[in-house]
């Protein structure tokens, strides 16, 4: 009787619970499967050119043909280069001239507001200026995604430098930071977010810039590949290559948020 007195007094393991896919999960694949549905229905119906709208099996072959061939990787290199070169000078220079116009009210009210009337504004008219500045090759598509980028990294900069704590700053200058310490110890660290929010939107417009500018002048790189396999007519390998595109884009979006250390909204 002890014995059981004891084994009763004694906690028993509490079951974890199960883990459901949230309603967001849900949804988010309720979406994809309903898209999936409809392409391959279209696809299967014959409304539209049958090599228009392949059928999933044929893109996914086309998909798995593409991940084997080994030029396909010094094209993918090739355009990350250039998109990585051109992220970089953009970022830079947005960075350091959101932080001047954040800082000195006199240059915001001044320039400020051609970045807001230049940003909107489609680069790729730019383009054949970046032509006779940097010539054919990755210089003018570097250029390409650098001035795309700029502007979403400055204007984010620009807007966290004003939603700084002014007290972080009377602290900073309690101390006696010079400019560079004040850089580094309070304002990049204070305004973390909009910096990586205005970096993922600065990745993003350099991809559609680096890419828009290989389809019109180049003979390397994605944007080469799929302008060339929709000349030739070959769908199922340009859809390969977006979809390949498209899943490289979210993830290094992706890695950019957690490399900034932001979170993904808790489902």
């Not at 090739?78 to 932080?99: F, K, P």
């Not at 001035?147 to 101390?175: E, K, N, Y």
């Not at 309070?186 to 909009?194: D, F, H, K, V």
Request: net charge positive.
């Amino acid at each position: 009787m002890a014995e059981a007195g004891q084994l009763s007094g004694r906690a028993r393991p509490v079951s974890s619970p199960r883990r459901w896919p949230s309603a967001v999960t849900l949804v988010r694949a309720a979406i994809i499967l309903a898209v999936l549905v409809i392409w391959e229905s279209v696809a299967a119906s014959g409304l539209l050119y049958r090599d228009v709208v392949p059928r999933l099996g044929v893109i996914a072959a086309a998909v798995w043909k593409l991940l084997s061939t080994r030029d396909f990787y010094w094209h993918l290199w090739v355009t990350g280069y250039e998109i990585g070169i051109g992220l970089l000078i953009g970022g830079a220079s947005g960075l350091l001239v959101g932080l001047a116009l954040g800082a000195n009210r006199l240059l915001a009210r001044a320039y400020e507001a051609y970045l807001y009337y230049l940003g909107p504004t489609p680069k790729i008219i730019f383009f054949p200026v970046m032509i006779m500045w940097f010539g054919v090759g990755s210089g003018s598509k570097i250029a390409m995604g650098a001035i795309s980028c700029f502007f979403p990294i400055a204007l984010s900069t620009a807007a966290g430098m004003r939603q700084i704590d002014p007290v972080l700053i009377r602290v900073g200058r309690s101390f006696r930071l010079n400019t560079w310490q004040m850089v580094t110890k309070i304002y990049l660290p204070a305004m973390r977010a909009p910096i990586v929010n205005g970096v993922r939107l600065g990745l993003g417009v350099a991809l559609i810039g680096t890419l828009l500018a290989e389809t019109k002048l180049s003979n390397s790189g994605i944007g080469f590949l799929i302008i060339n396999a929709y000349s030739l007519f070959d769908m199922p390998r340009m859809y390969a290559m977006l979809i390949v595109l498209f899943v490289l884009a979210i993830a290094a979006n992706a890695l950019v948020g957690r490399l900034g250390g932001l979170h993904t909204l808790r489902r």
